[in-house]
């Protein structure tokens, strides 16, 4: 593929780059490694982890998808809380368009390995071929290192055992609260519209099926569209 090829040409990738997507797998590998412990240690067959890195490749909304499904909650539920959580993608993938490739092949992978992470190297170069060479350096490391780190979580899982005694149980929402954490600080808006629809969801998760209250919750960006016109 010609788009792909140009990104391996001499220069576009220096040493820095290399050395921040090196640091970015190692971290998404860890993460990889619990998500896949936690998914088969809390009931679910080793495939779907497995599939499901392969096929959505979303770390967040594949977090918040399980986390439903172990919860109790149904897969059109876990589907739908993945999917609304992983909307940005698409205001993400309208950013780095332009250097993914022209061949349709290229647009069709290059789509799939739209992350934060490989927005955010592919949008830091300074020229139109290191954000090319960027974002698929990166994107292809972390899809190989991400999906490596699920199945070993994910063969390792079986062994684990009871995931309420080892603690694992609480990983989810510990990593939910981490990744909503940088919104809420810098961005008052943000933080208006996160409480009512924590109380809403809160209210709510006694009288209806896991995953319908992190629906219900989407009702304070009510209030935080109504912010920003005011």
């Known amino acids: 593929m010609r788009s792909m090829q140009r990104t391996t040409r001499a220069g576009a990738v220096d040493a820095g780059l290399l050395r921040d997507v090196a640091l970015v797998c190692l971290a998404g590998g860890i993460v990889g490694v619990s998500f896949g412990a936690i998914a088969v240690a809390g009931g679910l067959p080793v495939w779907v982890p497995v599939v499901m890195s392969l096929v959505v490749y979303a770390g967040s909304a594949q977090f918040s998808a399980v986390g439903v499904l172990l919860a109790g909650g149904g897969p059109v539920a876990a589907a739908a ?3 609304l959580l992983n909307t940005r993608t698409a205001a993400f993938g309208l950013a780095v368009a332009p250097y993914i ?20 190297f592919a949008l830091a170069q300074r020229d139109p071929e290191r954000r090319r060479a960027a974002f698929w350096v990166s994107g292809v490391a972390l899809f190989a290192v991400w999906n ?3 199945l070993a979580g994910a063969l390792a899982g079986s062994a684990l ?8 149980d609480a990983a989810f929402p ?12 810098k961005d008052a808006g943000v933080r208006r519209a996160a409480l009512p629809g924590a109380a809403l969801a809160l209210a709510a998760t006694p009288f209806v099926p896991a995953g319908v209250p992190v629906l219900l919750a989407l009702a304070g960006l ?3 569209g109504r912010g920003r016109t005011a």
């Open 161 to 168: 055992g009871d995931t309420a005694r080892l603690g694992l």
């Open 81 to 83: 809380t993945g999917l």
């Open 101 to 120: 490739g022209r061949s349709r092949l290229a647009r069709l992978a290059g789509a799939h390995l739209v992350t934060d992470e490989t927005v955010a």
């Open 222 to 224: 009510l209030l935080h």
């Open 174 to 185: 510990a990593v939910l609260v981490a990744l909503v954490l940088p919104a809420l600080r």
């Open 148 to 150: 490596a780190g699920v």
